[in-house]
């Protein structure tokens, strides 16, 4: 899954495009993108977005938001969701984390919705799996939108966790309590917590009412450092433990396991994080 800087990185990818101040002549869902759509009907929302200015993408969390005219555009990645527009290549933004399709091969396929503008840009959002959320809320701005105000500052703009926040949380693991998209830093997924925990040396299961203050500043320093390396690379080759066989730091065996039924696999090195 897109996390909050493959979010990032993707709207920065629309930016450099010129697609900021183009206006909308044609908007159509296809291979059933409508499924995608989940608070108004496909031709409702056709109707209103077309004419209409793009002003400004926004990015928070793992959450894009277009500003219209008059309308707030906000799209969800879930999995494997990517916008393309075409002749425009990612090669020097973004690489693929498993099945995210940076280069995809079968745009038609694929393809969920396509916006054209009066600049001669085709935006085609491409989804494999049909999985993402698409959303349109009428006469506002993204900084009067509840979605974005409501929604705590993500890995991006705050990189530190501040003791009493932990205290709210002190029920949970480390690793839950930073893929809570309602704690801050937001935005953070699978592989970002897997790096935080390796960065700071704690176990990922860590309770967090078990903490000490000394692993609280280790984890606030690895927050920083994971956020820094996650924003200045395009890759993945700085990781410790996610996707490894052995430590990066160690050389020791990654440990791989599913703590609870559902969750994703943490990733830590039983060596380092003890």
Not at 46 to 59: A, L
Not at 145 to 159: A, E, F, I, R, V
Not at 179 to 204: H, K, V, W
């Amino acid at each position: 899954m897109p996390e909050c800087f493959e979010v990032k990185k993707m709207a920065q990818y629309l930016i450099d495009s010129e697609l900021e101040n183009s206006k909308i002549i044609s908007f159509s869902f296809c291979n059933k993108g409508e499924r995608i759509l989940k608070n108004d009907l496909p031709a409702t929302l056709i109707k209103r977005v077309t004419g209409q200015t793009i002003e400004s993408i926004k990015t928070k969390a793992k959450f894009t938001f277009v500003q219209l005219e008059t309308d707030v555009i906000v799209w969800h990645y879930r999995f494997t969701g990517i916008p393309h527009i075409d002749g425009e290549s990612y090669i020097d933004k973004l690489q693929t984390l498993y099945s995210l399709p940076i280069a995809p091969k079968n745009t038609e396929k694929y393809s969920r919705f396509i916006l054209k503008t009066n600049t001669g840009k085709t935006l085609r959002y491409i989804d494999t799996r049909c999985l993402s959320t698409l959303e349109i809320y009428k006469n506002t701005s993204i900084d009067e939108l509840k979605k974005y105000c409501d929604m705590p500052l993500d890995l991006s703009q705050c990189t530190k966790i501040k003791n009493e926040e932990l205290k709210k949380n002190k029920g949970k693991s480390i690793k839950m309590y930073l893929l809570d998209q309602y704690t801050r830093p937001s935005g953070i997924g699978n592989y970002l917590a897997c790096e935080i925990c390796a960065e700071s040396g704690i176990f990922p299961n860590t309770h967090v009412k078990t903490l000490t203050t000394e692993q609280i500043n280790k984890l606030n320093n690895a927050i920083k450092k994971v956020s820094d390396l996650a924003f200045r690379n395009i890759g993945y080759d700085w990781f410790i433990v996610f996707n490894k066989q052995r430590c990066a730091r160690c050389k020791n065996i990654v440990s791989k396991e599913k703590f609870k039924k559902y969750e994703q696999t943490t990733h830590w090195c039983s060596y380092c994080q003890n």
